[in-house]
């Protein structure tokens, strides 16, 4: 499939696309590109240290692309047969970013009236792969305030605000023969056979390959999607639809997790607009 880019040029028109094909294929798998880390999470650290350093490095630094693939509940990915990135083809362009990204405002103005409309038509779902930091990165941006205190409120508002989410980490751990969840994107699509279109760590790409594992997962594992809907790797709060009653008790585990590892490098950039990928 061919990568397009999407800049401030040609947001319009892609958003435009981006709401024509959620009608037919509202299942949303995305990835995020952003700086790195300021802090690092031990393996062994409690739950409340390892989301308080999610907020610190969330709030901390920018996000700086954004990567969506729409396909249907059957995996068929959306109807323009074309998945979107930002960015050059072979790393992020940061001065070029800087000078045609997508402006806050504007993102943030047109993706939520986009949203409004489809959630009030039907469900939306939204998959990711680890998407811990990918939530919180554009659970800040969409809703321009700091992210909530505890992981509690973070769960919270992540089932207002996006409604239905699968981690496919998460649900790694429930198929047979992927090491209890415990690696990466690729090697989970090699196990699943899924070949990837583009480069790693381009946040189109990255959308495009957890969309067709996701896809390949539930076929292979029926199972799986049902006992991981709300559930994230690395905490335990379960994440609850908006329009359904939240439970007496919000901190109940999905499942025990071993405490995720923080890879990446240390880097710190000048400010950068975020930016918009659609596929």
Not at 156 to 176: E, P, T
Request: proline letters at 5%; one cysteine or more; hydrophobic letters at 45%.
């Amino acid at each position: 499939m061919k990568i397009r880019g999407v800049w401030a040029h040609n947001f319009h028109q892609e958003l435009s696309q981006f709401d024509h094909c959620l009608h037919r294929f509202p299942v949303i798998s995305f990835d995020t590109e952003f700086p790195g880390f300021l802090r690092d999470t031990p393996r062994d650290a409690l739950e409340d240290q390892r989301y308080e350093d999610v907020k610190f490095n969330v709030e901390s630094l920018k996000l700086l692309q954004l990567g969506f693939t729409l396909s249907d509940a059957r995996g068929n990915i959306g109807e323009l047969g074309n998945s979107t990135c930002l960015g050059s083809m072979n790393g992020l362009d940061f001065a070029r970013l800087g000078q045609f990204g997508i402006s806050v405002a504007e993102f943030v103005f047109g993706f939520l009236r986009v949203l409004r409309i489809h959630r009030g038509l039907h469900d939306l779902t939204w998959v990711c792969f680890h998407g811990l930091y990918d939530l919180a990165y554009l659970l800040k941006l969409l809703t321009q305030k700091p992210l909530p205190d505890s992981v509690v409120m973070f769960a919270k508002a992540l089932g207002v605000v996006f409604g239905i989410i699968y981690d496919v980490k998460f649900m790694a751990r429930y198929c047979k023969g992927f090491f209890g969840g415990e690696i990466g994107l690729a090697r989970v699509a090699k196990l699943l056979d899924v070949q990837r279109s583009g480069e790693a760590h381009q946040a189109g790409s990255d959308s495009l390959l957890t969309a067709a594992v996701f896809s390949k997962m539930n076929a292979t594992f029926r199972s799986v999607a049902g006992m991981s809907q709300g559930c994230l790797y690395g905490i335990s709060p379960t994440i609850v639809r908006y329009w359904q009653p939240a439970p007496v008790i919000l901190r109940r585990p999905c499942f025990p997790v071993a405490a995720p590892h923080v890879y990446g490098a240390r880097l710190i950039h000048s400010p950068i607009l975020p930016t918009y990928v659609h596929m």
